[in-house]
């Protein structure tokens, strides 16, 4: 799994925290100060995606938010993601903690 991330630290944190073999490497540029590449080996997007979700940080990421874009099958894959996410949440006792950012 590969994803370009526009968060800082503290998202670096909980995705090595749930995934400690996760390798992180700074795309920060002139522009964009807090950016960076995750790559997980064999780990399938949509599961890091579903707890993009729940953690709160799924608006900050690139092909996410690409896939939220795109056609209704696109449209239909996140919304599938959602339900999964939903269904994490009330299983497991995961509180929710909604978007980072307003």
């Known amino acids: 799994m590969y994803e370009v991330v526009y968060a800082g630290s503290d998202v670096e944190a909980l995705i090595l925290k749930r995934w400690p073999n996760a390798k992180i490497t700074d795309a920060s540029d002139w522009i964009h100060t807090e950016r960076f590449e995750c790559t997980i080996p064999d780990l399938d997007s949509d599961e890091f995606y579903v707890w993009a979700i729940l953690e709160g940080y799924a608006g900050e990421c690139l092909a996410f ?19 999964e996410a939903n269904a994490i949440n009330e299983s497991e006792g995961f509180k929710y903690k909604g978007p980072r950012r307003s």
């Open 65 to 83: 938010n690409v896939i939220m874009r795109a056609d209704d099958i696109g449209t239909q894959r996140v919304w599938n993601l959602i339900a």
